[in-house]
């Protein structure tokens, strides 16, 4: 756009998808304090918190965008986990 007004950037969508679990553990590093945790029925707000924090230098923006019902029926599935 002129003027300084918005640019547009190009983007590529993907998405992952697991069907089993991986075979092995991948090694933990050292000298790092981590935490891997499993949460059952996530509350929406720290999901969009998470989502923010690690996607926002790629513009992870999609998630940010749904309604609490739409994000809220994606996350809280039987067959999800987060």
């Known amino acids: ?16 998808e697991m069907h089993a679990p991986p075979a092995s553990s991948p090694p933990l590093p050292y000298n790092r304090q981590i935490a891997l945790l499993r949460t059952k029925d996530i509350p929406l707000h720290f999901y969009r918190y998470l989502m923010d924090r690690v996607g926002r230098k790629w513009h992870w923006v999609n998630v940010l965008r749904l309604s609490d019902e739409e994000l809220a029926a994606g996350l809280h599935r039987e067959d999800r986990d987060i």
């Open 1 to 16: 756009m002129e003027n300084g007004g918005p640019k547009d950037i190009d983007v590529t969508v993907t998405f992952l």
